[in-house]
């Protein structure tokens, strides 16, 4: 069963930083394009990041505050978010396809969310 699992999340003062994982049974992440998403309370849920062969990315919002990265020794890849601001709270998802040439537009696989709260 091919399953995606998210951890590292938690709660944070503002300006502080956490590291996500996301890891996957079943199958190789590295031969997968891979994406962060966030959902707040009352929003729409939107892309945060994303890693493929090509390139990486990232929304407005988190540029140069947030890093998506591959570890491929341990088949995982990592969000590092750095001076977190309370409107960084949400439930952070992350995605994998494989369609891993550019980052797609729709992800086959779905973790189950991890909580990040930022609030002092």
Excluded at 48 to 73: M, Y
């Amino acid at each position: 069963q091919l399953q995606l699992v998210e951890s590292g999340g938690g709660l944070v003062q503002p300006g502080g930083s956490l590291r996500l994982s996301c890891a996957a049974s079943g199958f190789r992440l590295e031969d997968y394009a891979v994406a962060w998403f966030r959902q707040a309370p009352g929003k729409e849920r939107e892309g945060v990041s994303c890693i493929s062969d090509t390139a990486n990315s990232h929304a407005v919002s988190v540029e140069g505050r947030f890093t998506i990265s591959r570890d491929f020794a341990n088949h995982v890849v990592y969000l590092q978010m750095n001076s977190l601001e309370p409107e960084d709270t949400a439930v952070y998802y992350c995605a994998a396809d494989p369609d891993r040439y550019t980052c797609p537009a729709e992800y086959q696989y779905w973790g189950q969310g991890t909580q990040v709260t930022v609030s002092s």
